[in-house]
C-alpha cells in the first residue's frame, strides 16, 4: 500500500482574475449561468504567476477548450455527506461537485477565447476571483466526452426536472454602479 502520510505540495501556475468575488455570485457549474447578474457566460483570465514560461501554454492556441485544475482557496473542511443544491437528501461528498472535499481541488472546462503572452482570456467561467490554478490541460473531445455515460443519482434528478435543470446563484447581486 502506498506511502499516504505525506503531503502532496502543489504550487500555483496561475491565479483566475475573475467577476465573481464571492461564491454567492458564481454559478454553481460553468454552464448553469441562469441566476447570475448577466446570465450570460463569464468571460475572465487566467493570469500566469511570473516568469512562468509561455513557452508551457503556446500550444494551446487552436484548442476550444481547456480544464482547469484548481484549488477551492476558500474551502473550509468538509463532510462525508453533503446536500447538493439540486435537491433530495445528503450524498456522499465524492459523488457530488461540492467545493468542500477531502483534497480542496477542483476541475472546470472552460472555453478558450485567446492565447496571449502571460495570460489566457477564458468565458464561462465559475471560479472565483483570485482561485490559484493548479494545472492546465487541453478539452480533447474524443477522449474527454462521454454523452451517453450514466449520472448515478443525478440521472433520478434529471428525469423528475428535466435535463441540465441544475440551479443558479439563489440570490444573485445586481453590479454595483462602480463596477465592483
Same mark, same amino acid.
Given at each position: 500500500?502506498?506511502?499516504?502520510?505525506?503531503?502532496?505540495?502543489?504550487?500555483?501556475?496561475?491565479?483566475?482574475?475573475?467577476?465573481?468575488?464571492?461564491?454567492?455570485?458564481? @454559478?454553481?457549474?460553468?454552464? /448553469? /449561468?441562469?441566476?447570475?447578474?448577466?446570465?450570460?457566460?463569464?468571460?475572465?483570465?487566467?493570469?500566469?504567476?511570473?516568469?512562468?514560461?509561455?513557452?508551457?501554454?503556446?500550444?494551446?492556441?487552436?484548442?476550444?477548450?481547456?480544464?482547469?485544475?484548481?484549488?477551492?482557496?476558500?474551502?473550509?473542511?468538509?463532510?462525508?455527506?453533503?446536500? @447538493?443544491?439540486?435537491?433530495?437528501?445528503?450524498?456522499?461528498?465524492?459523488?457530488?461537485?461540492? @467545493?468542500?472535499?477531502?483534497?480542496? &481541488?477542483?476541475?472546470?472546462? /472552460?472555453?478558450?477565447?485567446?492565447?496571449?503572452?502571460?495570460?489566457?482570456?477564458?468565458?464561462?467561467?465559475?471560479?472565483?476571483?483570485?482561485?490559484?490554478?493548479?494545472? &492546465?490541460?487541453?478539452? /480533447?473531445?474524443?477522449?474527454?466526452?462521454?454523452?451517453?455515460?450514466?449520472?448515478?443519482?443525478?440521472?433520478? &434528478?434529471?428525469?423528475?426536472?428535466?435535463?441540465?435543470?441544475?440551479?443558479? @446563484?439563489?440570490?444573485?447581486?445586481?453590479?454595483?454602479?462602480?463596477?465592483?
Amino acid at each position: 500500500m502506498p506511502d499516504t502520510s505525506r503531503a502532496l505540495l502543489c504550487h500555483p501556475i496561475a491565479h483566475a482574475l475573475s467577476p465573481y468575488t464571492q461564491r454567492i455570485d458564481a @454559478p454553481h457549474q460553468a454552464t /448553469v /449561468v441562469a441566476g447570475t447578474a448577466t446570465a450570460m457566460a463569464a468571460e475572465a483570465v487566467i493570469e500566469f504567476v511570473e516568469d512562468f514560461p509561455a513557452a508551457a501554454f503556446r500550444d494551446l492556441i487552436g484548442f476550444e477548450r481547456i480544464w482547469l485544475v484548481f484549488a477551492f482557496h476558500r474551502s473550509e473542511g468538509w463532510k462525508a455527506e453533503v446536500k @447538493p443544491p439540486r435537491g433530495g437528501g445528503k450524498r456522499s461528498v465524492l459523488a457530488t461537485r461540492s @467545493p468542500h472535499r477531502p483534497n480542496a &481541488i477542483g476541475l472546470s472546462a /472552460v472555453e478558450l477565447v485567446a492565447v496571449e503572452e502571460t495570460r489566457l482570456r477564458v468565458r464561462g467561467m465559475d471560479l472565483l476571483d483570485g482561485t490559484p490554478i493548479l494545472d &492546465i490541460k487541453p478539452y /480533447v473531445p474524443y477522449a474527454d466526452a462521454f454523452p451517453d455515460a450514466r449520472a448515478g443519482w443525478i440521472d433520478a &434528478i434529471d428525469a423528475a426536472q428535466g435535463r441540465q435543470s441544475a440551479p443558479g @446563484p439563489r440570490r444573485p447581486r445586481k453590479p454595483r454602479p462602480d463596477g465592483a
